[in-house]
C-alpha cells in the first residue's frame, strides 16, 4: 500500500549529540511537512517542502534542519538536541491543492537523556 | 496572526451523540480539517470543509462556518474506540495547516 514510513519508531539520544530522523513516501506527493508534536499539544509546524522549495517556520530553532533529497525522502537533523526536544515528530505529506488532506506516517517518538 | 481554540477535554457515554466546537482566526484560509489521534500514534483524516455547510461522513459529520470561523465535529452512535483526541486544522493559502490544541474525548460505559 502506497504509504509515508517514518523510522525509527522510536529513537533515544543523548543531550548534544546530532540525531536524524527519517521519512519516506510511496504517494509521489510534491510537499512534504515536519511536525513537533509534544504531550497533549497540537502539532507545530516545523518547516515544509514544496518540490524542493524549503519553507522553514519563523519560530523554529535553527538546531533543527532538513534535508530532502529527492521526492521520496525526508530527514530531520536536529544538531545538538536538548531536553526540551523531546517530542514525537511527524512527518507528512499532501498533493498540491486547496484541498488536498495531509498523509501521516506513524512518527518518531523522540527521546533526550 | 493565527488562533484555533478547542475545548481541551470533553466526556460522553458509549451510544450518545457529542459536538466537538472549533473556532479559528487564520490568514489565507482554505478549508477546515478534522482529525483523530489515538494516544501515541499519528493523526489520521476524518473530514475536510471548505465551503458553509453541513459534510456528512457515516457517524461523523462536520460543519463550517466561514463568516463564523466556526467548525464542529458530530460523532453520533459513540463507540469505546473513539476515545482520542480530535484536531482541527485550518488550511492556510501556501500549503499550511495549522492545528487547534485538540480535544480530548473519553467515551464512558
Known amino acids: 500500500d502506497a504509504m509515508v514510513i517514518q523510522n525509527p519508531r522510536y529513537q533515544v539520544t543523548q543531550f548534544g549529540k546530532p540525531v536524524t530522523l527519517s521519512c519516506s513516501q510511496t504517494?509521489?506527493?510534491?510537499?512534504m511537512y515536519w511536525y513537533q508534536q509534544k504531550s497533549s499539544q497540537a502539532p507545530k509546524l516545523l518547516f515544509h517542502?514544496?518540490?524542493?522549495?524549503?519553507?522553514n517556520e519563523a519560530d523554529t530553532p535553527d538546531n533543527f534542519q532538513s534535508r530532502r533529497p529527492n521526492t521520496s525522502f525526508c530527514f530531520l537533523d536536529i544538531r545538538s538536541p536538548g531536553l526540551g526536544d523531546a517530542a514525537m515528530y511527524l512527518c507528512?505529506?499532501?498533493?498540491?491543492?486547496?484541498?488536498?488532506?495531509?498523509?501521516f506516517g506513524s512518527g518518531t517518538q523522540l527521546s533526550v537523556l | 496572526g493565527q488562533n484555533i481554540d478547542q475545548p481541551t477535554e470533553m466526556t460522553a457515554t458509549e451510544g450518545a451523540i457529542v459536538q466537538i466546537n472549533c473556532t479559528y482566526q487564520?490568514?489565507?484560509?482554505?478549508?477546515l480539517f478534522w482529525y483523530q489521534q489515538h494516544a501515541g500514534e499519528a493523526p489520521t483524516f476524518l473530514s475536510y470543509?471548505?465551503?458553509?455547510g453541513l459534510e456528512e461522513k457515516g457517524r461523523f459529520s462536520s460543519f463550517l462556518s466561514r463568516s463564523k470561523g466556526y467548525s464542529y465535529l458530530l460523532l453520533k452512535e459513540l463507540q469505546m474506540k473513539d476515545s482520542a483526541s480530535y484536531l482541527c486544522?485550518?488550511?492556510?493559502?501556501?500549503?499550511?495547516?495549522?492545528f487547534g490544541p485538540g480535544t480530548r474525548l473519553s467515551v464512558l460505559p
Open positions: 507528512a505529506t499532501s498533493r498540491e491543492g486547496t484541498n488536498e488532506k495531509l498523509f
Open positions: 470543509n471548505v465551503l458553509d
Open positions: 517542502y514544496y518540490d524542493k522549495d524549503f519553507n
Open positions: 504517494l509521489n506527493h510534491n510537499v
Open positions: 487564520t490568514s489565507g484560509f482554505n478549508g
Open positions: 486544522a485550518a488550511h492556510q493559502a501556501g500549503q499550511n495547516f495549522v
